[in-house]
């Protein structure tokens, strides 16, 4: 398991700070959701898996930190570079979502909520019990997950390389195809 006890330096602070990048995290969400500019929702969404990152390094869950940080938030720059290569020349232009896709969003998102607020209640009311008491967890740090990932899951990991590079080229010839529509005059939808 990866997460484990936390770092007892931080122990007088750390239930704030993590409680101040939860709530970043929550607020950037809603900025990402609540946005109607591509450029706006980018950098909402680059504070949220930021929060997120540091969430993870506060439950010393450090592999999981450092790949949030690397591939997500890394990626949310090359997010914002294809979302402004997609959109039209303005990188400031309005999304707008049909009403039905928005209430349908609201509604997935409203139960989802209530269903995370519902197995909160019941964790905090000691509603879920680990299978065995008392059983340890083990943990694997970063330099054994890294031994595991270039040995014995190797293959996996390697798909997974070539499934993101087939994405990005994916990415890149669509938003060619979409600049060289626009340099003909054409529309798309």
Excluded at 86 to 99: A, C, D, H, M
Excluded at 121 to 150: D, I
Aim: aromatic share 10%.
């Amino acid at each position: 398991m990866l997460l484990a006890q936390q770092p007892p330096t931080l122990d007088p602070v750390a239930p704030w700070l993590f409680y101040l990048f939860a709530g970043v995290a929550v607020l950037g969400a809603l900025g990402v959701v609540l946005s109607q500019q591509i450029v706006r929702m980018a950098v909402f969404l680059l504070f949220t898996l930021g929060s997120v990152a540091m969430l993870y390094f506060f439950l010393a869950a450090e592999f999981l930190a450092a790949i949030q940080l690397i591939v997500y938030v890394g990626g949310t720059l090359i997010l914002i570079i294809f979302g402004v290569m997609l959109t039209s020349k303005n990188p400031f232009i309005r999304l707008t979502v049909p009403l039905g896709q928005r209430i349908a969003g609201w509604g997935i998102g409203g139960l989802l909520a209530l269903l995370m607020i519902f197995l909160g209640v019941v964790e905090l009311a000691g509603g879920f019990q680990p299978s065995t008491p008392g059983a340890s967890v083990e943990h694997y740090g970063v330099a054994e997950l890294g031994q595991n990932l270039l040995s014995k899951y190797a293959l996996p990991f390697e798909l997974a390389g070539v499934l993101l590079l087939v994405v990005m080229i994916g990415a890149a010839y669509i938003a060619k195809g979409r600049h060289s529509d626009l340099a003909k005059g054409e529309e798309t939808p």
